[in-house]
Each structure stands twice: as C-alpha cells, then as structure tokens.
C-alpha cells in the first residue's frame, strides 16, 4: 500500500455515508490501475458494513449507457449486481426531496443538473462526501454551511473528495 492509498483511507476513515460519482464506479468496474484501489476499499467496507454508499440514479443511467451501446448482456449484469445487489450499496431515486435539494443546489453552486443530481441524492441520504474526479464538485467544498431544506427537513452538503489528490 502506498503513502496516497494510506492518506485515502485516513481521509475517509471517519465517514458512514459517502456518494460515488460516476467516474469513481467506472474506475472500480473497468479495474483502473491505481484508482480502482482506491474505490475497492469504499466497496470493502460497505460490504463489511462500516460504510454505505449511495449512488444517484443518475450514475446508474450513465454507467448503463455503454453497454447498452455496446450491446454487452454481460456488462448490462455486473452494472445492475454493482448498483442494484451489492452489499452496502444503495442506489437512490430521484424522489421529489431529491428534486428540491438539487434544485437549490443548482441554484448556489451551479452546477451541471446530473452532477446537482448526485449532490442532491448524497444529500438526501445523508452522505458526508461525495467521491470522484469531477473538479465541478470542487464547488461543493465552497459551498460549506450551506443548508438544504425539503419542507422542515434540513439537509447537509456533501465535501468533495477528489480522487487524484491521492495519486
């Protein structure tokens, strides 16, 4: 294990929650040297049951999209078991407190509707990060503070932990 795979995991040891972006689940799927490790110890934990992760329905369209392309039954299967039936993983709808989260955070940080998307969704249920490689969710970090309401509900922004900070 090397000094950036030891600061992730020390970076993250102290989440219960955190959101995956799309690119994060693509390097874990596809095996990508370095980052794929990185990932694969979030997926270890949720299957141990220290950790859930939460990805938006979004970044199960978009991981779909390929294979559909693609043709490919048997990577339309390993999306659907990562997304659908992996231990501690839980794919989010987009439920009408989802649509609202996003909606404000649309509003404040401006960012790209899939990525409010899966902001709003880590939001909602509760995750303390969100991981990927997206520098658009860097402006998660300057969003600090911010509190997100869906009717009395009050919900926190996710940081941004960015995954090639750990290279």
């Known amino acids: 294990m090397d000094a950036g795979h030891r600061r992730f995991l020390a970076a993250t040891a102290g989440f219960?929650?955190?959101?995956?972006?799309?690119?994060a689940c693509i390097y874990y799927l596809r095996g990508e040297p370095r980052l794929a490790d990185l990932v694969a110890a979030l997926v270890e934990r949720a299957a141990a049951g220290s950790l859930s992760i939460?990805?938006?329905?979004?970044?199960?369209?978009?991981?779909l999209v390929r294979p559909y392309q693609m043709g490919d039954p048997v990577l339309i299967r390993r999306v659907l078991q990562f997304t659908e039936r992996h231990a501690g993983i839980l794919t989010s709808p987009i439920t009408r407190d989802v649509v609202l989260v996003t909606a404000?955070?649309?509003?404040?940080?401006r960012l790209k509707a899939p990525d409010a998307l899966i902001a709003g969704s880590a939001s909602v249920c509760g995750a303390e990060a969100v991981i990927g490689n997206d520098a658009d969710f860097e402006r998660?970090?300057?969003g600090t503070g911010i509190r997100l309401m869906?009717?009395?509900?009050?919900?926190?922004?996710?940081?941004?932990?960015r995954l090639d900070e750990f290279l």
Do not use: K
Not at 16 to 23: I, K
Not at 151 to 161: D, E, Q
């Open 150 to 161: 869906t009717g009395a509900r009050r919900h926190a922004l996710p940081a941004f932990v």
């Open 16 to 23: 219960r929650t955190v959101a995956l972006d799309t690119n």
């Open 140 to 142: 998660l970090n300057q």
């Open 104 to 109: 404000q955070i649309r509003a404040v940080l």
């Open 54 to 63: 939460v990805l938006s329905a979004v970044v199960q369209l978009e991981l």
